[in-house]
């Protein structure tokens, strides 16, 4: 299943039935008259959030959504039918910006939202309406009113309690692996992760959604590696695991550079809170990890946590911290909806799609 998280579509709403003209010829009645009903009402264009969804790739093959108009009006006061309104399923977490992406006009954060995002134009009215006491024969009627239309982005930023980053090669995808079921791509090379990857975790009674995204590297934000763009999808999430390879050159240096990133992004991200693990522990001596530990402490983390992604040790601990920044009750706990693994690309997908 190929992933795609922004697209941009065309909307346009159904424009209104014109009213007819029309006049009664019936046998025996004397005095005929006007009888030309209203045009019926175009159709709206409605978003909804569906469960079952986690990739906007099917607005990548259809990008032009247009509602049907309103029937015309017909003789003996007969009123055109309203056209159906155009309903647009989407994932939950879709944002739907304005063209140039500087308005949020519509944000999807609950199964079953809907919203009517452009409304049908109004049916004209028909001779019939016209009629007055001076006016006995009017032949004067309204064409339907247009629909309205737009171009509009589509953003998708999934929904997860807690995110989950650091550099390439952080041990990210063992780590999910280890504590969830999402199967993710592990390999012995940067950026195996290339897309952003869900899992549900389970523990102590409670269940929470992790989700995993490309490592970064510094120069992020300008472009260098993948880029900066999957960071949206941990915009939702209540707090960070920020996790550093043992094995790698600097621990703290490689703190500072995911960090830089976040603040370098914005959207808050520098501010939420964060949760240090010192992956790989299990390759290290305990001297090792100690003083790694307090290189790390001083610069600037408030805990360290020492984990093996693979191995499982020190897991648990992590776990219950994680535990503290959790609502009563997630939305996985209450029914929120289904969350499903987002399968890993193994295509020639590229980050520039």
């Known amino acids: 299943m190929h992933f795609l998280d922004q697209a941009k579509i065309f909307l346009k709403s159904g424009a209104g039935g014109p009213g007819a003209v029309s006049f009664r010829r019936e046998k025996y009645i004397e005095y005929g008259g006007p009888d030309g009903g209203n045009g019926g009402r175009g159709g709206d264009i409605v978003f909804e959030a569906v469960a079952g969804l986690n990739t906007l790739i099917d607005f990548r093959y259809t990008q032009h959504f247009k509602a049907q108009r309103g029937a015309h009006g017909m003789g003996k006061d007969r009123t055109g039918a309203s056209a159906p309104d155009l309903v647009i399923e989407v994932p939950v977490g879709t944002q739907v910006l304005s063209e140039d992406k500087e308005d949020v006009l519509a944000d999807f954060t609950e199964v079953g939202q809907r919203v009517v995002f452009l409304e049908g134009g109004m049916g004209g009215r028909g001779n019939a309406s016209y009629k007055t006491s001076t006016n006995r024969a009017p032949r ?76 970064l590297i510094a120069g992020a934000a300008e472009g260098a590696g993948i880029g900066d763009r999957f960071l949206g999808h941990i915009e939702r999430c209540r707090v960070l695991i920020h996790l550093i390879d043992i094995a790698g050159n600097d621990p703290a240096e490689a703190m500072r550079v995911v960090q830089a990133e976040l603040a370098s992004y914005g959207e808050g991200l520098a501010e ?82």
């Not at 999910?176 to 012995?188: E, L, S, Y």
Request: charged letters at 25%; glycine letters at 12%.
């Open 140 to 215: 004067q009627h309204q064409p339907g009113e247009p629909g309205q239309e737009m171009w509009v982005w589509l953003r998708l930023k999934l929904l997860a309690d807690v995110g989950l980053l650091g550099l390439p090669n952080a041990g990210k995808s063992t780590f999910i692996n280890q504590v969830t079921n999402a199967r993710a791509k592990v390999g012995d090379y940067a950026f195996t992760t290339l897309i952003p990857k869900l899992g549900v975790v389970r523990h102590k009674g409670r269940e929470f959604v992790l989700a995993d995204i490309p490592g």
């Open 272 to 353: 939420k809170p964060q949760l240090i693990a010192l992956n790989k522990v299990d390759l290290a001596d305990p001297e090792l990890v100690a003083g790694f530990t307090e290189e790390l402490c001083a610069a600037g983390a408030d805990e360290v946590f020492g984990v093996s992604g693979a191995t499982g040790e020190g897991v648990e601990a992590l776990l219950d911290a994680i535990l503290g920044y959790l609502p009563d009750r997630t939305a996985t706990e209450t029914k929120g909806g289904e969350v499903e693994d987002v399968a890993e690309e193994e295509g020639d997908w590229s980050p520039l799609d």
